[in-house]
């Protein structure tokens, strides 16, 4: 019992040590990394849709397998890829937001469910809704 403890401690600290390098540790397995794990869309006008496109890579050494896509809400929609992404590979999940009855600061989150070693992912879309302008009754026509 005392050999398992000390291996683990010393597993531990080559892990500690190694990550002080300011390089992630990627256990082995499948890993997902975005390159932008957040977007903002700014100002928008309500009942706009807007969409972005998250980009990732398989950076682990085994095939990567998204699950499910979870948003916070049903304006939110999303799409990802249904087949294994395999090491190295990239691939996308696009995001759709529809403001419509909406105002106001809009952070939504969304949750990738997949057999990476970092399950799960989350990333998000950020945005301020705001009314849209309206024309006083007996102008602009």
């Given amino acids: 019992m005392k050999k398992i403890f000390l291996a683990l401690t010393l597993a531990l600290g080559?892990?500690?040590?190694?990550?002080?390098?300011?390089?992630e540790i990627i256990p082995p397995g499948p890993h997902i990394?975005?390159?932008?794990?957040?977007?903002?869309f700014g100002d928008i006008t309500q009942g706009d849709k807007v969409a972005y496109t998250?980009?990732?890579?398989?950076?682990?050494?085994?095939?990567?397998v998204i699950s499910n896509v979870?948003?916070?809400?049903?304006?939110?929609?999303?799409?990802?890829?249904?087949?294994a992404i395999a090491p190295g590979e990239s691939s996308k999940i696009d995001?759709?937001?529809n403001s419509r009855g909406k105002i106001g600061h809009q952070n939504?989150?969304?949750?990738?469910?997949?057999?990476?070693?970092n399950?799960?992912?989350r990333v998000k879309i950020?945005?301020?809704?705001?009314l849209p302008e309206t024309t006083p009754e007996g102008e602009g026509s």
């Fill in 33 to 40: 990394n975005f390159v932008n794990s957040s977007y903002d």
């Fill in 108 to 117: 939504k989150v969304i949750t990738i469910m997949s057999n990476a070693s």
């Fill in 14 to 23: 080559l892990t500690y040590a190694q990550a002080q390098d300011g390089q």
């Fill in 70 to 83: 979870r948003t916070t809400c049903g304006c939110t929609a999303s799409n990802w890829p249904r087949e």
């Fill in 126 to 130: 950020v945005t301020n809704v705001l």
């Fill in 95 to 97: 995001v759709t937001f």
């Fill in 54 to 64: 998250f980009e990732f890579t398989n950076d682990g050494d085994a095939p990567l």
């Fill in 119 to 121: 399950n799960p992912e």
